[in-house]
Nanobody, 126 residues
Framework: QVQLVESGGGLVQAGESLRLSCTVS????????TAWFRQAPGKERDFVAS????????DYADAVKGRFTISRDGPKNALYLQMDSLTPDDTAVYYC???????????????????WGQGTQVTVSA
């Protein structure tokens, strides 16, 4: 079993930055592809970014490319999402997720991920 716990959400103004953290426990961190998703009220859960099991490859949704950076710290079993130049459209609950299906061709699908955190709220005011 894998447990994920997010932290770092909050209320910020447009243009400001936030850094989300996700601690992963229970299994070997380097065996999992990890990702961030977000879900706004009344909307589906959307892919934000993913990073490969050893951190050599990352992928970003077009909406966040150039503003968000995903990273991971293997020894700390931690995943991060640095969010810069935030806009009100970034307001959502942010979830970290992990999957052992590291060879799956489409890791932007929520269904690929077996383990999820409880989510952390990010609110960006205009």
């Amino acid at each position: 079993q894998v447990q994920l716990v997010e932290s770092g959400g909050g209320l910020v103004q447009a243009g400001e930055s936030l850094r989300l953290s996700c601690t992963v426990s229970g299994r070997i961190f380097s065996s999992y592809t990890t990702a961030w998703f977000r879900q706004a009220p009344g909307k589906e859960r959307d892919f934000v970014a993913s990073i490969s099991e050893i951190g050599s490859r990352s992928d970003y949704a077009d909406a966040v490319k150039g503003r968000f950076t995903i990273s991971r710290d293997g020894p700390k079993n931690a995943l991060y999402l640095q969010m810069d130049s935030l806009t009100p459209d970034d307001t959502a609950v942010y979830y970290c997720a992990a999957t052992a299906r590291t060879l799956h061709p489409n890791k932007r699908l929520p269904s690929v991920y077996d383990f999820w955190g409880q989510g952390t709220q990010v609110t960006v005011s205009a």
